[in-house]
């Protein structure tokens, strides 16, 4: 997965770069398949906003969170990404596999 982030107003440190890095690395370890993020930070007076592109094998996502900690904008931002990307990996996988097996078991 390759991260790349981007701070507008602000300096983008290194503790901030290893806050990001962790939070989306829960997002790698529900969806293995992402191929690049791009996050970009900002301040606008005393609110800090959070807004991040995904790239999934064709699919793109996006999300933004606005809140008064940088910290707590990066917490959301995260939490609907990986809101997204659960919900694109139950719709890609087969749920109906089961009820298959079932149906074949029953007519013999």
Known sequence: MQLTITGHQIDVTDPI????????????????????????ISV????????ATMHIGGR?????STE???????????DKLDKQIRR????ISDHHRG?????????Y
């Open 17 to 40: 770069k290893e806050y990001i890095e962790t939070k989306f690395e829960r997002i790698k370890r529900h969806f293995d398949q992402v191929l690049n993020v791009h996050v970009i």
């Open 99 to 107: 009820e298959a097996l079932k149906m074949n078991q029953a007519t």
């Open 68 to 78: 008064d900690h940088l910290y707590k904008s990066i917490d959301l931002l995260v």
């Open 44 to 51: 606008e007076k005393v609110r800090h906003k959070s807004e």
């Open 88 to 91: 694109h990996k139950d719709k």
């Open 60 to 64: 793109d996502f996006f999300a933004e």
